[in-house]
């Protein structure tokens, strides 16, 4: 019965979104940081953070509020990186023996770019332009990593709600992407309920692509795709005229742009509004190695994306829920 009703509800929601899209965040959903002039010091007398924390939760708190982003230094021990880059040059070197969805944005692998690891050429995977989505379903050490105590802290203040892991993403090298905004692209059912943390595997040089994102852009005027806020393969609006917008507008209200040059174990976690892309590679031979994952509300993501209308299998690490990948069950924690 709840699964009917669940699909029910879904058709009621894909039509809502339909005739009546999103121009702008739901006010009456909004995380309480994002509203005007959150109540910071009484937040956190009612809610301290169950996890101690080497920084200031009210002065990150203060941060993101106003500039949508917040630098969280040397929480990740090397340890911790290290165990995970070990699972990372395991699949590298034997992609024959793992499960894994990888997406390669190179012309000589259309028009099939994302496919299974051990269908790429093997030299290709240690190349530019590949992304390794969802390693954390494979990897235990990547789940510890994402869900340290220190982001999951941080999280849980920013949302006041269950905290889910939505994806993953690891980069070897720059991703050289356009300026955008992650909630059109990376989607759930309440779109302000999302969060992305840059967690740094090595120290990030000038010269490697490094991530670059406007400061307090997550406050402009919501970009309309022509089907609302939200991305869709219908939307007449392209991914260029997203970006041009996100530039222009940014400059139009003098938003600074910072380049993001932060050492192995540090971590940054951006709002979803907050306009960032990837800098050019200068140097063909610089990596820029990272871990980047998105976060949602259990509110938000009861899901996995993968099978929206079943019950996720689900884990529990820190008490931050990471869902079973129900599309390759065989690679659940494959790499212990």
């Known amino acids: 019965m709840s699964t009917i009703i669940q699909r029910i509800k879904h058709k009621v929601d894909v039509a809502k979104d339909k005739f009546f899209p999103l121009t702008e965040f739901d006010p009456s959903t909004l995380p309480w940081i994002d509203r005007p002039n959150p109540p910071i010091a009484d937040f956190l007398a ?29 929480i990740i021990p090397h340890e ?90 690891v980069f070897l090298y720059g991703s050289q992407q356009p300026t955008h905004q992650d909630f059109p692209w990376v989607t759930a059912k309440i779109p302000s309920h999302l969060a992305a943390a840059w967690i740094a595997l090595e120290d990030i040089k000038i010269d490697s692509g490094p991530l670059f994102y406007y400061i307090g852009s997550h406050r402009i005027p919501k970009f309309n795709f022509g089907t609302g806020i939200l ?29 993001l040059l932060i050492k192995k174990g540090d971590v940054l976690i951006w709002h979803s509004a907050l306009a960032h892309g990837g800098g050019p590679i200068l140097n063909p031979e610089q990596t820029r190695k990272s871990f980047v994952c998105h976060y949602s509300t259990e509110q938000a993501l009861p899901f996995h994306r993968s099978n929206i209308h079943a019950v996720p299998v689900k884990q529990e690490y820190n008490g931050m829920y990471i869902y079973n990948n129900p599309a390759l069950p065989q690679a659940e924690d494959s790499l212990k």
């Open 80 to 169: 911790m990186v290290d165990r995970f880059w070990q699972d990372v040059e395991e699949i590298l070197d034997h992609p024959e023996r793992h499960f894994l969805n990888v997406r390669i944005d190179r012309d000589e692998f259309k028009p099939n770019q994302e496919r299974n690891i051990s269908e790429f050429p093997k030299e290709a995977l240690r190349g530019k332009f590949v992304k390794f989505n969802d390693f954390h379903n494979s990897s235990v050490a990547g789940k510890k990593l994402m869900a340290h105590p220190s982001i999951v802290a941080f999280l849980e203040a920013i949302f006041n709600q269950q905290v889910v892991v939505m994806q993953s993403l």
């Open 231 to 259: 991305w869709k393969p219908n939307s007449p609006r392209t991914p260029l005229e997203f970006a041009d917008y996100l530039n222009r507008t940014c400059e139009e209200h003098n938003l600074p742009k910072e380049t």
């Open 46 to 74: 009612k809610n301290p953070p169950r996890f101690k924390v080497p920084y200031d939760m009210a002065d990150k708190l203060s941060h993101w509020h106003d500039k949508g982003y917040v630098v969280l230094e040397q």
